[in-house]
């Protein structure tokens, strides 16, 4: 079992704000870097580090971390945001990856 | 322009041993702070970390899977192997390889940010 827990779905009204949280031990310790993947497609970085977007990540992603709580936000989600997102950090033994739980988000 | 691909069989026996490799360009595996990772996905489920060789040679892996894996480099081929032993129905995923770059200064971490396609291995007899 994952030790980086997610809520397994959620949805938000096109143009809203969604946050997906992302919660285990080791995000006291590490940050969280967070995937987005699409039906039939291979997973896309979107968040790594503080709070650090990848050259093409639309500025309406953003990250933040509090406690053993990581937290990817959409800002004025899109219909094309509707995706799987997973979290992935360290483990609590300090073993170099471990992927969350996932969440599907849903626009309506 | 960063590229990986993943190639191996798409189907293979209980017990047999699994042999992925990733053929990747664009950039050197023997470049401070790379590596290559591999990583899993069953049908409809969730992603999972399996292997990680870093550009000097430092290999990890999941705890859980450790005992079945065995990651290698050459870096004049610009390939990265994946061996997994002991095959099983439970394994049957797509599987793909990733460039990862290493970031921080006191406290280490890396992300993947370049994904190869994904390759769907099934097992089956």
């Known amino acids: 079992s994952s030790e980086l827990t997610q809520d397994p779905a959620v949805s938000v009204a096109l143009g809203q704000t969604v946050r997906i949280t992302c919660q285990g031990d080791s995000l006291r310790s590490y940050y969280a870097s967070w995937y987005q993947q699409k039906p039939g497609q291979a997973p896309v970085l979107v968040i790594y580090?503080?709070?650090n977007r990848p050259s093409g990540i639309p500025d309406r992603f953003s990250g933040s971390s509090s406690g053993n709580t990581a937290s990817l936000t959409i800002t004025g989600a899109q219909a094309e945001d509707e995706a799987d997102y997973y979290c992935n950090s360290r483990d609590s033994s300090g073993n170099p990856h471990v992927f969350g739980t996932g969440t599907k988000v849903t626009v309506l | 322009q960063i590229t990986l691909k993943e190639s191996g069989p798409t189907l293979v026996k209980p017990t047999q041993t699994l042999t992925l490799t990733c053929t990747f360009s664009g950039f050197s595996l023997s470049t401070s702070g790379v590596g290559v990772g591999w990583i899993r996905q069953p049908p409809g489920k969730a992603l999972e970390w399996l292997a990680l060789i870093y550009w000097n040679d430092d290999k990890r892996y999941s705890p859980s899977l450790k005992s079945r894996l065995t990651i290698t480099k050459d870096t004049s081929k610009n390939q990265v192997v994946l061996t997994m032993t002991n095959m099983d129905p439970v394994d049957t995923a797509t599987y793909y390889c990733?460039?990862?770059?290493?970031?921080?200064?006191?406290?280490?971490?890396?992300?993947?940010?370049?994904w190869g396609q994904g390759t769907l291995v099934t097992v089956s007899s």
């Open positions: 580090g503080k709070n």
């Open positions: 990733a460039h990862s770059t290493t970031f921080g200064g006191v406290i280490v971490q890396d992300y993947f940010d370049y």
